[in-house]
């Protein structure tokens, strides 16, 4: 297994921390007038999402996380477990809705998401940063709505409500940023 000494820390670097993997989501180096310089770091368990802070004296190593992220298509929901096959393998495996979390509200079949396997087990979801889906409900829009006139609630397939311009109909493919949960356009047919 790595080990990771203070100095190579850096945003990103998945660590095990009292036996937990986590990824550093900050990194801070201090070097202070008097005494041992540090680096102030914050982890985020990748297991529960919590961000812990700690801090290491310079010159301390910690060992990297046996964690890899995986693209993989995903193929249905069986009411207990998402289910998600690597392309080029076939290989499938089945995440808890522990392991998708809010991921699954952007998840349509088929489409490719990068899943963190720890211990060759799913841990975490994320979805593709762009999805296309269709409304399904949504207020009727009315003659000379336009683009900069507000916006309305919209409930797309996969059960996610965002907000849309007015000229939104039922229906209509939209694409939307799953980091933000914002409309980003209308979308054509694929």
Not at 142 to 168: H, I, Y
Request: proline share 5%; glycine share 10%; net charge negative.
């Amino acid at each position: 297994m790595a080990t990771y000494s203070t100095n190579e820390f850096k945003n990103g670097l998945k660590l095990m921390v009292d036996g937990e993997p986590c990824a550093i989501a900050e990194c801070e180096f201090v070097k202070p007038g008097k005494g041992q310089a540090f680096t102030r770091v914050k982890l985020r368990n990748l297991k529960t999402g919590r961000i812990w802070e700690r801090t290491y004296k310079s010159g301390e190593t910690l060992e990297g996380a046996d964690v890899v992220d995986v693209e993989m298509q995903y193929l249905y929901y069986d009411g207990e477990f998402y289910h998600f096959m690597v392309p080029d393998t076939f290989e499938q495996y089945a995440a808890a809705p522990d392991a998708v979390g809010d991921a699954a509200k952007w998840l349509k079949e088929q489409d490719v998401c990068t899943v963190t396997l720890y211990n060759d087990a799913p841990l975490s979801v994320t979805p593709p940063n762009f999805v296309v889906m269709k409304v399904t409900e949504t207020d009727p829009g009315l003659k000379g709505d336009t683009s900069g006139g507000g916006g309305k609630p919209a409930t797309l397939e996969s059960g996610a409500v965002v907000r849309v311009p007015l000229f939104v109909q039922i229906g209509e493919l939209l694409r939307i940023d799953t980091r933000t949960g914002e409309y980003v356009s209308r979308a054509k047919e694929e």
